[in-house]
């Protein structure tokens, strides 16, 4: 089966702080995403990429950078952390843009 | 945009019970419906995928596809605390998959 990890699985910050939350898929698949996860907004789409160098805009992406060193690698970069970013993120890969599978998760709080 | 809504919020189901989940979409051009589930501290995870209109059974689960009524929908046959859950939506757009806000089923013995 697809194996994502995450990393921190948690961290804890300060409003104005600088945060990167890690992914690796070890599957060679194409695609990696980023998601946060809330309470009455499900899960919505930061970030995405093809490959490695590749990357696009999803939802929303207001407040994040995102990086793809490598077809393993997604990095996700949160410059200047604000409380409205306390989340749940989760990482996703996919050989295909249809069944994605998804890490672990890294929750962060922004204080 | 691809709009992804799902009925109802929660559902709390008896042990043996039947579960039903419902999930309607905007974009008739939609092709491809995924049920994800996700157990509590973890990540969500691909239960059963359905392209064709009709019924698709997997074990305990059938997943049926409507798509002239944008509609797509899930029954848990014999429920088990194990089902225990928040179940999403999720129907393919340009960017990848668009996933509803879930519904949080709670089986209980």
């Known amino acids: 089966e697809a194996a994502v990890t995450q990393s921190p699985r948690n961290k804890v910050t300060v409003t104005g702080g600088n945060v990167t939350l890690s992914c690796r898929q070890t599957n060679s698949h194409n695609y990696m995403y980023w998601y946060r996860q809330d309470t009455g907004h499900g899960l919505r789409l930061i970030h995405y990429s093809y490959g490695a160098g590749n990357l696009q805009i999803g939802d929303v992406p207001d407040g994040y950078k995102a990086t793809r060193t490598t077809q393993e690698d997604f990095f996700l970069l949160l410059e200047l952390a604000s409380p409205s970013q306390t989340s749940l993120y989760f990482c996703a890969s996919s050989g295909t843009i249809y069944e994605q599978y998804f890490g672990p998760g890294t929750r962060l709080t922004v204080l | 945009q691809q709009k992804v809504q799902q009925s109802p919020e929660s559902l709390i189901v008896p042990e043996g019970g039947m579960a039903s989940l419902n999930c309607t979409f905007s974009?008739?051009?939609?092709?491809y419906f995924w049920w994800y589930r996700q157990h509590s501290g973890e990540g969500p995870k691909a239960l059963m995928?359905?392209?064709?209109?009709g019924d698709k059974k997997e074990g305990r689960f059938t997943a049926h596809l409507n798509k002239a009524s944008l509609y797509v929908s899930l029954h848990i046959k014999d429920s088990q605390p194990s089902d225990s859950a928040l179940y999403f939506c999720?129907?393919?757009?340009?960017?990848?998959?668009?996933f509803g806000l879930g519904t949080r089923v709670s089986v209980f013995p």
């Open positions: 974009d008739r051009n939609s092709q």
């Open positions: 995928s359905i392209f064709s209109n």
């Open positions: 999720a129907v393919n757009y340009a960017q990848g998959l668009t």
